[in-house]
């Protein structure tokens, strides 16, 4: 059957050194041979062409004495970690025919990037013409929304140049923001008080300005580090209340209902400190010995195969999943209790899991480095579970 046609996302490009003189086809077979059967069928590479998931693997050499030196060039249409996962499953390749071989991963081209970088070069363009044929002059109403629109820019405050809205030093209640995009998005959305602390280290003007305000919100991101932005603030400059974007979200991709769900929803600074306060995540050096021996022997099964699969309080297997699409899977999820993957143990799962509602166990094959989180999640290692 014919290769279907192949939407590119990503090219990988490789650098090959072979130790004597081959061909084109001799590195094409080998890539082929060598990569054959490492992981599911899913990830064959013959398989991948015949569904049009990855295209003509493209070999160009130069011999150099007793040597080979080349490029190979593989178009792909899978993810980013599918992708990288078929750039390592080539980098492995070692011989070519009866030769020592090499590859070294170069680059992996995203050319959608690239067809993003043209877009808004086009998109540039178009406003320029639109800007250059602009409503007629005459026209008074137009011309005052114009202006009214001119007067909504972002200003500068004090001699750091603090970017802020036009009345964030008329007004009495001010919102305080991490940068420039969140501010412009407020501003966008019809909040014009608002001000950016730009950075870790908040600027005497700004702290002198807040001080002699009657009330200031903090608006921060839904991460992680809105939490240490919120803590660092905290000591330096006045904060009333705090408000925060939805889990997961920056103040600058808010929509109007989120921005005003969230204002509305502003907490007193002590309570929003007591509840960004991390705690150091449990590292579990074993489970009872009831559960270990119900979980160990699923690590046998899925070691190497970049699986996550998930078991409610009573070890019933809840759902099988790539461990790509765990993040999701965890967000989508409640029931889970033990959820048992080839993969690191991240800062996100463990934020993800801590809305479970219940206690969780996060089984990787390694554990992320600084990880932090609510109470309620335990994280330890498969090797950790093999061992009791």
């Excluded at 071989?101 to 086009?122: P, S």
């Excluded at 320029?128 to 137009?142: A, G, H, S």
């Excluded at 809105?226 to 009333?240: N, P, T, W």
């Amino acid at each position: 059957m014919a290769s279907q046609a192949v939407a590119t996302k990503y090219v990988i490009e490789a650098r090959i050194e072979v130790e004597g003189v081959v061909d084109r086809n001799d590195v094409i077979g080998a890539t082929f041979g060598q990569t054959e059967g490492i992981f599911s069928s899913e990830l064959d590479l013959r398989e991948l062409q015949r569904v049009g998931r990855i295209g003509r693997i493209d070999v160009s050499l130069q011999v150099q004495g007793n040597k080979t030196i080349g490029k190979i060039s593989i178009p792909s249409g899978l993810d980013r970690f599918y992708t990288a996962l078929l750039a390592a499953m080539i980098e492995s390749l070692d011989r070519v025919g009866p030769y020592v071989a090499k590859v070294t991963i170069e680059r992996i081209e995203d050319l959608r990037a690239e067809k993003r970088r043209r877009i808004v070069e086009r998109a540039r363009a178009i406003l320029y013409e639109w800007e250059r044929k602009k409503i007629p002059e005459d026209d008074e109403i137009l011309r005052e929304l114009e202006e009214s629109v001119v007067k909504a820019k972002v200003v500068e405050i004090g001699p750091e140049k603090i970017e802020a809205g036009p009345e964030a030093l008329s007004s009495d209640e001010v919102i305080v923001s991490e940068g420039r995009a969140d501010v412009i998005n407020l501003m966008r959305h019809g909040y014009r008080n608002v001000i950016a602390v730009g950075g870790i280290k908040i600027p005497q003007t700004l702290q002198d300005l807040l001080s002699r305000k009657k009330r200031v919100i903090a608006f921060l991101d839904g991460d992680r580090g809105g939490d240490m932005v919120l803590r660092e603030m905290a000591q330096s400059i006045k904060i009333d209340y705090v408000a925060r974007a939805p889990y997961g979200k920056e103040v600058e991709e808010l929509n109007a209902k989120e921005i005003e769900d969230a204002l509305r929803e502003a907490q007193p600074l002590s309570e929003a400190l007591r509840k960004a306060k991390a705690e150091t995540a449990q590292v579990v050096e074993a489970l009872p010995q009831d559960f270990s021996e119900k979980l160990s022997h699923h690590v046998e099964q899925i070691e190497g195969t970049l699986i996550a699969v998930a078991f409610d309080s009573d070890f019933n297997e809840l759902w099988r999943k790539p461990v790509s699409e765990l993040a999701q899977q965890l967000s989508d999820s409640r029931e889970y209790k033990y959820v048992l993957f080839d993969g690191v143990v991240t800062q996100r799962l463990i934020d993800i899991a801590s809305s479970a509602g219940s206690e969780v166990y996060l089984i990787g094959a390694r554990l992320g480095e600084n990880l932090t989180l609510k109470p309620g999640v335990k994280v330890m290692t498969m090797e950790k579970l093999r061992q009791h």
